[in-house]
């Protein structure tokens, strides 16, 4: 993990964990445009992203990330924000006493405790296409395109150059097996969780939804897939987001 921080220090912090595909700086710069206060944006780089080195486990990018909170004396958190990979760390981080998290915003993740086969077919899907890539440049994945268009697709083909077979395995591994912890009813009406429609992560995430997070209504996209709401409509994401975390309800 490599730790990108922007704005000013004594802002509020917001913590960006992006999806696979795309770095910390990509994110920060993908969302950050379009929030009106003034924050202190935390964005790392995971594994097999940007800066970073090889993407080992969940765990170990959390004991970095965990390590510059604390060196920092980063605890109080005002937005955790995850998206699909990215929640494997901010689950981790916002079930963690060390830090006192004001809001957190977690999209397309699998939550369920082992899912091998969801496992298994991310694997085999990554290395086919990572098959095709290094047989021949592309500069934009059709299959990206298709679901996110023409931006965030160059970004993700971008990144996805760089990502290697193990971390093609440590990622997918990560996605598809957390932890089970009993969150209290104020955790949860802290907790935005949301998915697209068509993504199969809500059909795996929902009996521990019901069971663990009953106090938790998710966000529904209709029409989109798996993070795609976020790439189409991103500045009216990125105003639901602050205004969730303004603590205003409409």
């Known amino acids: 993990?490599?730790?990108?921080?922007?704005?000013?220090?004594?802002?509020?912090?917001?913590?960006?964990?992006?999806?696979?595909?795309?770095?910390?700086?990509?994110?920060?710069?993908i969302l950050s445009p379009y929030f009106k206060g003034n924050y202190s944006f935390i964005a790392p780089d995971q594994g097999g992203h940007g800066k970073a080195g090889n993407y080992i486990s969940a765990d170990e990018e959390y004991k970095t990330l965990k390590r510059?909170?604390?060196?920092?004396?980063?605890?109080?958190?005002?937005?955790?924000?995850?998206?699909?990979?990215?929640?494997a760390v901010a689950y981790r981080?916002?079930?963690?006493?060390?830090?006192?998290?004001?809001?957190?915003?977690?999209?397309?993740?699998?939550?369920?405790?082992?899912?091998?086969?969801?496992?298994?077919?991310?694997?085999?899907?990554?290395?086919?296409?990572?098959?095709?890539?290094?047989?021949?440049?592309?500069?934009?994945?059709?299959?990206?395109?298709?679901?996110?268009?023409?931006?965030?697709?160059?970004?993700?083909?971008?990144?996805?150059?760089?990502?290697?077979?193990s971390d093609i395995d440590a990622i997918c591994y990560a996605c598809c097996h957390y932890e089970i912890f009993q969150m209290t009813k104020e955790q949860q009406n802290r907790l935005h969780l949301e998915y697209g429609?068509?993504?199969?992560?809500?059909?795996?995430?929902?009996t521990f939804i019901k069971k663990y997070l009953p106090y938790v209504q998710p966000v529904i996209r209709i029409g989109y897939g798996h993070c795609a709401y976020m790439a189409a409509h991103t500045q009216d994401y990125a105003k639901e987001i602050e205004l969730f975390i303004s603590d205003v309800k409409q």
């Open 1 to 29: 993990m490599f730790i990108n921080e922007y704005g000013e220090t004594n802002a509020p912090k917001i913590i960006l964990l992006a999806p696979m595909m795309i770095s910390g700086e990509d994110i920060y710069t």
């Open 68 to 87: 510059y909170l604390l060196d920092k004396g980063y605890t109080d958190i005002h937005l955790l924000y995850g998206a699909s990979l990215g929640v």
């Open 93 to 165: 981080l916002f079930n963690d006493p060390s830090f006192s998290v004001g809001h957190a915003w977690f999209d397309g993740v699998a939550l369920k405790k082992h899912s091998s086969f969801a496992e298994g077919f991310m694997k085999n899907l990554f290395y086919s296409r990572k098959k095709t890539m290094l047989k021949k440049h592309i500069e934009v994945s059709k299959s990206l395109l298709k679901i996110y268009g023409k931006d965030f697709a160059r970004l993700m083909t971008r990144n996805f150059e760089r990502i290697t077979y």
């Open 197 to 206: 429609e068509k993504d199969f992560d809500l059909m795996l995430s929902k």
